[in-house]
């Protein structure tokens, strides 16, 4: 049996982090979503061969991943023509041969990992959800799978279990990738396969319990995937240099090369990774991840929030419900407002249109190598794009294109 781990996805909706990165490269408490899904494909006792489809353009990125040995081949995806496409690409690099295939970016917690371990074509992994709306959704029988409905009408599912996007497929329905036709998205699917399969009556499922699968492909879905990280997944333990005058309270990580300063209060689960430095006098709040190398200095507090590789919060910030991209940087005094001034749920623009998230506390998306002035505000939704720049003072209330330059009056 072989894996195929699909990251050929862009992440257009995820921007502006997958301005800077692919989707499948965004880190969760240290390790990329891509080496998770090699690591689970490892797991699996009946793998002996991982084949990672990448963008065409993009192999020798993906190539270089730490995760990446010799049990694993990476192949080009030439163009987006969808997921049944993709896994096209792996079977053909792979040979004919049943397939246990991961989505490279959607977050799988490690207790669930057990049930992928297991899994034995055909089956699928499918996951329990509070809004099978937004998902495809399986029609369930005591015996198996009868069929799957693509997002139905809120109030019409026929169950809240949906696709996660692990499979073990047999090969026999692999050899049928060639004949699938364009959806209606102009895209060869997957779940064309799945449904042929469902209507066999042979499709058996397992199910992830709530909360332990989540499909990253918005901003804030990358949020949560990080808190469910920090839920199900942190071994708590102190291998940095923590100041005796430091208080750490719950569970709590802190790397071999992390600087945690005088007087720095951190409230777990947090996660604190190698060479981050922390403080002095600066707090760090429930559910916060701060990636290799980034900074919250002097007085800053980070609230529920992801500080990438190299960001930097120097002093002076409140960063909650947020995202600071790699290597970005915020001037003295800049903000995150995190709630709206009514209270309802946050909204940001996703490929051109405004849709609601669901969320009553968020913050803003920055991108990589991103910076602001001081005493800059950026309110609740805001995207910055990466290598933006935005001038001192000023009160960010659109989105910011990426690299533009963003002066308000009298800035």
Known sequence: MKAAILAAGRGERLKPLTETRLKPLLPILGESLLCRAVRMAREHPRVDEIVVVAPGDRVAEVEAQPCMGDDVVVVGQSEPRGTGDALRVAFDAGGDDDYLVIFSDVFLARPAWRLAREMK????????????????????SDGGIEGFVEKPEPGT?????????????????????????????????????????????????????RGMWRDVGRP?????????????????????????????????????????????????????????????????????????????????????????????????????????????????????????????????????????????????????????????????GVKVGSYARVWPGCVVSRDVPRGAEYRCQGA
């Open 121 to 140: 074509p055909p089956q699928v992994l499918l996951a329990e959800v509070e809004n099978p709306s937004e998902f495809g959704v399986a029609i369930v």
């Open 220 to 380: 804030w879905d990358y949020i949560l995937a990080v808190r469910a990280a920090l839920e199900y997944e942190l071994e708590p333990r102190v291998e940095g240099e923590v100041h005796p005058s430091a208080v750490l309270e719950g569970p709590v990580y802190v790397a071999p090369t992390a600087r945690v300063r005088a007087h720095v209060a951190v409230e777990g689960p947090a996660y604190i990774g190698p060479g981050v430095d922390v403080g002095p006098c600066a707090r760090l709040r429930p559910m916060t991840a701060l990636e290799r190398g980034s900074k919250a200095g002097f007085s800053v507090e980070v609230k529920g929030s992801i500080l990438l590789e190299g960001a930097r919060a120097p002093h002076l910030n409140y960063v909650g419900d947020s995202v600071i991209g790699e290597e970005a940087n915020l001037g003295a005094g800049t903000v995150t407002a995190n709630l709206r001034f009514d209270g309802r749920p946050v909204k940001m623009t996703v490929k051109g249109r405004r849709v609601s998230t669901g969320l009553r506390k968020l913050g803003a998306i920055v991108g990589g190598h991103a910076q602001t002035g001081i005493n800059v505000s950026l309110m609740p």
């Open 157 to 209: 599912e026929p169950s809240n279990l949906a696709l996660t996007g692990v499979y073990a497929l047999p090969a026999e329905s692999l050899r049928l990738l060639g004949s699938l036709r364009p959806s209606a998205r102009g895209e060869l699917e997957l779940t064309d396969i799945l449904d042929r399969l469902s209507r066999g009556g042979g499709l058996s499922y397992a199910v992830v319990e």
